[in-house]
């Protein structure tokens, strides 16, 4: 890679960063160091070909969702993610926004791998069935009943989701909301 390749790489990873990342603590159930190491290995397989990529956020995007899709593929045991819990301190509009992250990051991380993904790329990432489907390598109709079956989980193991109003700044969300 020439120095006027490795500057615009360096610009992309240091204005793009931030987003795939949430996208990949998404994908990995809330665990941040798996996302991280999600998110790095994309990238050293983005350096590598560089000069070849047209579209780099898309591209990025492709390898953090195919290399979580080989993971659980490899059916890796569960690893059991320790958290902080947020101090207890008056709410505001910023705290409730984060606190429902949480709880909607708690919820996914209940969830299958497969489940997971198929959630995160339908809702957060807005994108259509069929772009799912050729993400994760399987049929359209396959994408739609594992949404289905994953939102029937999701309603089941969060219980908590039931009357979540999602915050305008996270549009793709209102489907995941609980309904009775």
């Known amino acids: 890679m020439d120095g006027e ?3 615009r790489f360096r610009e992309f990873v240091e204005s793009r960063s931030s987003a795939l990342l949430r996208t990949a603590v998404l994908l990995s159930g809330g665990d941040r160091h798996a996302a991280e190491d999600l998110l790095q290995n994309a990238l050293i397989k983005v350096a590598g070909r560089w000069n070849r990529i047209d579209e780099p956020e898309a591209y990025v995007r492709q390898i953090l969702y195919r290399q979580q899709v080989s993971r659980w593929r490899l059916k890796w045991r569960r ?18 926004a984060a606190e429902q992250r949480l709880v909607i990051r708690a919820a996914l991380a209940r969830l299958t791998a497969r489940q997971r ?3 995160v790329l339908r809702y957060f ?11 994760l390598g399987c049929s359209v109709g396959t994408v739609r009943s594992t949404t289905h079956r994953s939102l029937a ?23 995941l909301e609980v309904r009775p």
């Open 125 to 135: 990432e807005d994108l259509p069935e069929a772009e799912v489907a050729r993400i």
């Open 5 to 7: 390749a490795q500057e």
């Open 79 to 96: 690893r059991e993610v320790t958290v902080a819990e947020p101090p207890d301190t008056g709410a505001t509009a910023d705290d409730s």
């Open 117 to 119: 993904s198929v959630l």
């Open 153 to 175: 989980r999701l309603r089941a193991v969060a219980p908590e989701l039931a009357g979540l109003t999602v915050p305008e700044p996270m549009p793709g969300l209102s489907p």
